[in-house]
């Protein structure tokens, strides 16, 4: 009977014995399986495993990135959390670049949009520079171009700017000193076209819709003043609502050709050198009055208004309303490269001129931003 009873508990005791390992098994099976769900491979996982890091990954997504950085030099476990959410790309060099980038002191959501916004080209003109701190920012601005990547670093490493008046001013072509780096305009044609100091007209460029202001609303009887069609009957429209208003203003000057600018320029030259002209005159091919839409206008007397005249008041409330803006405003000489000029005035259309009013910036600080 004891006999018996011997062989029951021994066989109890190996059936128990049998329910443990199988128990153990299926848990070390089961912590197996679930490294296999993410997808890592088991040496990579083994890696995880002398590391003494399997905590840190266990919870989350597989990463291709970590895989295929953990067996290679470039591994560094204090970036094990940046790693896992750097998005893998097929590139060359990826490993290398991140881990550069890493080191200079990108987080894992910077480096995703600098490979999602840069072309692989530019990546290394990034990890051979010092930290920028607004990077990402300039990036996702919508006007942010590829093309100028090393102009933008190096104008903000070399000034205050904010990273939007980085790429606005580097888009305007403010990196560079002006009537260089030019180029020629290519849609002389259309009313928005931007002429400045780094952009210029053909000398031969005559507008081919050149219509007479109404003389009333000029300040000679004898000299022509003309603008581009849309342009002109625009003025004469808000010379007589201004009028209504008590106000009288008079076109001065308006279209003029290549030679004409480059005899008044040589002129203002001879006078105040070609440092000081430049503040106040364009060159021959860089005036926007060559563009048949821009104007001087002058006041009750005739002669160009300042600020502190009613008349340029009423223009500073009303242009915007008939498409024309204060090309020259005040305190923007170093982005327009002229001195405050109250008097003159830029037709770009009715719906552009009240967005630049509205938010109070330069034609060239729009086209840098819309272009």
Do not use: C
């Amino acid at each position: 009977m004891k006999k018996r009873k011997r062989k029951k508990n021994k066989r109890i005791i190996i059936f128990n014995f049998t329910i443990l390992l199988l128990a153990v098994s299926f848990i070390l099976y089961k912590s197996t399986l679930n490294i296999d769900t993410h997808g890592y491979q088991k040496e990579t996982y083994q890696v995880f495993k002398e590391l003494n890091i399997v905590d840190k990954i266990i919870d989350k997504d597989y990463s291709k990135t970590l895989e295929k950085i953990i067996n290679t030099d470039y591994f560094d476990s204090k970036y094990i959390d940046e790693y896992i959410n750097i998005n893998y790309k097929e590139e060359d060099n990826f490993i290398e670049q991140i881990y550069k980038l890493l080191n200079i002191g990108y987080k894992s959501n910077d480096i995703n949009t600098i490979y999602n916004k840069l072309k692989t080209d530019n990546i290394e003109l990034i990890t051979s520079n010092n930290y920028i701190k607004d990077l990402t920012n300039m990036l996702n601005l919508t006007y942010f171009k590829n093309n100028n990547l090393e102009r933008y670093i190096k104008y903000y490493l070399n000034n205050n700017y904010n990273y939007i008046d980085v790429i606005t001013y580097v888009n305007i072509g403010l990196d560079n000193d002006y009537y260089t780096n030019t180029k020629l305009v290519d849609n002389e044609n259309d009313i928005t076209l931007l002429v400045n100091k780094y952009n210029y007209l053909n000398e031969n460029y005559v507008p081919n819709d050149l219509t007479l202001i109404n003389p009333k609303y000029t300040t000679s009887t004898t000299r022509e003043n003309k603008l581009r069609a849309q342009a002109a009957s625009s003025f004469e429209a808000l010379a007589a609502d201004a009028l209504k208003d008590g106000i009288k203003i008079y076109a001065a000057s308006s279209y003029r050709s290549y030679s004409y600018q480059k005899n008044l320029y040589n002129y203002y030259v001879s006078i105040d050198g070609i440092e000081e002209a430049d503040t106040y005159s364009a060159r021959p091919g860089f005036s926007e009055h060559q563009t048949g839409l821009a104007v001087d206008i002058a006041n009750i007397n005739k002669i160009l208004i300042e600020e502190n005249d009613k008349e340029f008041t009423w223009l500073k409330n009303n242009a915007h309303k008939y498409g024309f803006i204060l090309r020259y405003q005040k305190s923007t000489e170093k982005i327009t490269g002229y001195i405050y000029e109250p008097w003159h005035y830029r037709y770009v259309g009715t719906e552009l001129a009240s967005y630049i009013y509205s938010n109070n910036i330069t034609y060239d600080e729009y086209i840098a931003r819309n272009k």
